[in-house]
């Protein structure tokens, strides 16, 4: 009869057992309501639906912070508005590559939510282990929140210098390997990542990956090379695993619900990414001027973040009013 309480209330990365399972069940709910009533289907989602499922996924996210706000804390309630801010923002720089990566394999919109979809089920699993490694470094060496530090500022600083690069998909090495070691089809197979085929030499029936597989694993990468920015940013914030980890979750959550209607402006918002940068630089050396100032408050952090992403929406929505996506986008 004790068993129970015992293990709800057992400590996992410093929090209580059931907290950790009330955010599982809270995020499980959200993508079994999305996949099994919103998104049934195969359908193109329009810039109206998406905004609106944005708005929820927000809403819910902001939500989750007033509740942590008020049962760990004001500092707790900060560090997790921050990190989310964070990660919402450098997510934006996301929508742009996996808006090439759909452009490149030619997949239809009605399709995309699909690969989006199974995408974030990769990126909780993904997100969870680097969080849980980089807590783990972090409560054994102090030291790494400097390397961390350093990173975030050179980071920024190429972040600044390559604002305009557009990446070259046709060139990843990832999808150079798969395409050699996998067989894939020259069409897409309805919405199937895998499809049985005859082989065009040998006449044998045997398994193919479709278009659909690429762009799944290519986002899956593009997001583990982003995850190397976003989860260090955050741990220079809070070192708290359960802050890191629900914020970034609930970011996630939510660009995919917004990537249809981002897509469909990217070209709006050009600035944003020298914004972007200027955020890495800022959090990575607040991380050696504690050493000279004390520890930053968590309010100031969030303000500084705040102010400087709005500046960079706001220059790029001045600097773009005139603009079309045929004239500002790559």
């Not at 709910?29 to 708005?55: N, P, T, Y």
């Not at 900060?78 to 989310?84: K, Q």
């Amino acid at each position: 009869m004790d068993l129970l309480p015992a293990l709800l209330s057992a400590d996992v990365l410093g929090k209580a057992a059931w907290i950790w399972l009330v955010f599982v069940a809270i995020v499980a709910a959200l993508l079994a309501f999305d996949l099994g009533v919103l998104h049934k289907h195969d359908q193109e989602i329009g810039v109206r639906e998406s905004l609106l499922l944005s708005s929820g996924y927000i809403t819910m996210a902001l939500c989750f912070g007033a509740w942590v706000w008020w049962y760990l804390g004001a500092p707790s309630g900060l560090a997790y508005l921050t990190g989310f801010m964070i990660e919402k923002s450098l997510s934006m720089d996301n929508v742009f590559v996996i808006a090439l990566i759909f452009s490149f394999l030619a997949i239809p919109r009605h399709y995309q939510h699909r690969v989006l979809f199974w995408g974030i089920l990769g990126v909780i699993v993904l997100r969870a282990i680097m969080i849980g490694l980089g807590a783990m470094l972090v409560s054994q060496f102090s030291w790494v929140l400097y390397l961390f530090g350093i990173f975030l500022v050179l980071t920024g600083l190429r972040m600044w210098r390559l604002a305009d690069h557009v990446p070259d998909i046709a060139g990843n090495p990832l999808l150079k390997f798969l395409r050699q070691h996998l067989r894939v089809t020259d069409a897409l197979h309805g919405n199937a990542f895998w499809v049985r085929q005859a082989d065009r030499l040998t006449g044998r029936v045997t398994l193919w990956a479709t278009p659909l597989l690429l762009a799944l694993l290519l986002i899956e990468f593009v997001d583990l090379v982003f995850a190397v920015d976003s989860v260090p940013a955050i741990f220079a914030i809070t070192t708290d695993p359960f802050i890191v980890y629900t914020s970034n979750i609930f970011a996630i959550l939510g660009l995919r619900a917004l990537y249809f209607a981002l897509a469909a402006m990217i070209h709006r918002f050009k600035y944003l990414k020298y914004a972007l940068a200027l955020v890495l630089v800022f959090i990575g050396a607040k991380i050696f001027l504690v050493g000279f100032m004390g520890k930053f408050p968590p309010a100031i952090s969030l303000a500084v973040t705040f102010g400087l992403i709005a500046g960079g929406v706001l220059v790029s929505l001045w600097k773009t009013r005139s603009d079309t996506p045929a004239t500002s986008a790559p």
